[in-house]
């Protein structure tokens, strides 16, 4: 029934400035043979963004009547003798024709087909479906250099070096005495003050903008923002190229050249072997959003293929550390200092950010409900939007009663206002690679007398490992933990699911250790 309701429509889409799209006929064919035509309303044009005055590209819906379960699927093609196409199928059945009576000469027809028996429900997480379904690729690209020099041809023109933009290049490097240092404050300028706004009108989910116009309304989409970044570049003499990539799920590129997994572009800056990405905007030079990371890309301005480096625990960490008092009455105080870096520190840049145009109460509020806590505090952070400043997040809290005291007691190690990677970690399956370490101090009242500290715990099992330690003296509990992943691959395979699962009984386990004591 799901997936009648997914397909009972058909939506194609198209560039209305470059395209025409013309629907000859469509109908429901019934299982005796019959079929129901679709009526001309039930075909209908609309927009594919809210905003049309920003998009040329439009979809055609077909709303199919009585739809019913379908396992067959038929493609036909023909073309002219002067079209050069390239044709490629995995796991299809199919492909050129023979030549019909009143063919013209060289005239081309192909038809595949592909059976289904079974339908298989999604998993969370999965890669797109180009990595590992059945597909038919047809393109007129000879290779990959091909389609970056098609790319190339119409994108470096637009990122041309105007005065306005020398000028401004010139003033934002002054003083910079290194490659490195000049390229980061001409991308932190972009990443900040070049608002991403998808503009797709006729070429321009193809072509970039102009550099100038750009500069001069200080918004544009990922090709744009490229544009803005390699003119500024090469006015200070830093050669740059357009990095074309798929920002979702796709982690390989197809056999043949075609553009559909191409869904974003990047910056790539060869004297520093590094890529960048300036729609993310809460994410400082040297690191890359995680939808950037361990992906194929293709370099338009030398037409050769490269790859996005993966995340590691050793760019992508977070180190927080808490202080927390357990009062007479039950309840915690308590501080905490937060330092992230990588893939941690973008998502948390971004988060505070929004967090700006709320109240700060409901902020608390939703924080301390992560883990069944309540109280109050105050969450206090950087500019997120400065990336320059290393980033760091500090709290203060009260809890509410977390234990019934006096008398004999016990409580796991409450988390606050911290940012709880570890035990969050738990929601995700099997995790990426970074590295995750929390210090915690725990101090209780002189009339509190500790019985039991939970035991130790050390894991360890192909990429993850997971350590914990806990130590009492002078009526303070210290805590230490750190979990760390290091995957070979972006893309994981039933046996990272298994050491997942070993890993999840230690941490749930481990998370839920109480201390015990008794308060006279």
Request: charge should be negative.
């Amino acid at each position: 029934e799901q997936a009648v309701q997914t397909h009972s429509e058909l939506r194609q889409y198209y560039n209305a400035a470059l395209e025409n799209l013309e629907v000859l006929e469509a109908y429901t064919l019934q299982p005796d043979g019959s079929r129901i035509n679709v009526p001309p309303d039930r075909i209908r044009t609309q927009e594919t963004v809210e905003d049309a005055m920003y998009s040329d590209d439009k979809v055609r819906v077909i709303i199919y009547p009585q739809h019913r379960r379908y396992g067959n699927f038929t493609l036909e093609l023909s073309h002219d003798a002067g079209i050069d196409l390239r044709v490629a199928t995995d796991r299809v059945a199919g492909g050129l024709l023979a030549a019909e009576p009143g063919d013209a000469p060289g005239f081309k027809r192909y038809r595949f087909q592909y059976q289904q028996a079974q339908a298989l429900p999604p998993e969370r997480g999965q890669v797109d479906l180009i990595d590992f379904t059945p597909h038919v690729l047809i393109s007129s690209f000879a290779s990959y250099a091909d389609l970056a020099r098609a790319y190339q041809d119409r994108a470096k023109p637009m990122a041309r070096v105007t005065p306005e933009i020398a000028a401004l290049a010139k003033s934002l490097v002054a003083g910079a005495t290194d490659d490195a240092t000049r390229v980061r404050r001409l991308y932190n300028w972009v990443a900040r003050n070049i608002r991403y706004v998808a503009v797709y009108a006729g070429a321009g989910g193809f072509v970039p903008h102009d550099s100038q116009s750009i500069l001069d309304n200080r918004y544009g989409d990922c090709k744009d923002h490229v544009v803005m970044l390699e003119a500024l570049l090469a006015a200070v003499g830093i050669d740059s190229s357009p990095a074309l990539i798929n920002a979702n799920g796709s982690f390989k590129l197809p056999s043949l050249p075609v553009p559909d997994p191409f869904d974003h572009v990047i910056t790539y800056v060869p004297a520093l072997n590094m890529f960048l990405d300036s729609t993310s905007s809460f994410t400082p030079m040297g690191s890359l959003p995680d939808g950037d990371q361990d992906k194929p890309v293709l370099l338009t301005a030398t037409g050769t293929l490269s790859r996005t480096p993966a995340s590691s625990a050793e760019q992508d960490q977070t180190d927080t550390q808490v202080w927390l008092q357990l009062q007479s009455d039950g309840r915690v105080s308590g501080r905490s200092v937060m330092r992230m870096r990588g893939s941690p520190e973008s998502d948390s840049r971004y988060s505070h950010f929004g967090y700006r145009s709320q109240e700060p109460v409901d902020v608390v509020n939703r924080f301390l409900a992560r883990f069944a806590e309540s109280g109050t505090g105050r969450i206090e952070s950087g500019d997120p939007t400065d990336l320059d400043s290393p980033w760091q997040v500090t709290a203060s809290f009260v809890l509410d009663p977390l234990v019934n005291v006096p008398g004999p007691a016990a409580m796991t190690i409450p988390i606050g206002l911290a940012s709880g990677n570890i035990r969050s970690r738990m929601a995700i399956k099997p995790p990426p690679n970074m590295q995750h370490s929390e210090q915690i101090e725990l101090a209780f009242t002189p009339e509190m007398q500790v019985t039991r500290i939970p035991p130790d715990v050390s894991f360890s099992r192909g990429p993850l490992s997971y350590q914990s330690s806990y130590r009492f003296k002078d009526q303070v509990l210290q805590v230490k933990r750190t979990y760390t992943v290091r995957r070979t691959a972006s893309v994981c395979n039933e046996k990272d699911d298994q050491d997942w699962l070993a890993l999840s009984e230690w941490l749930q386990r481990d998370l839920r250790a109480q201390v015990f004591f008794e308060a006279r």
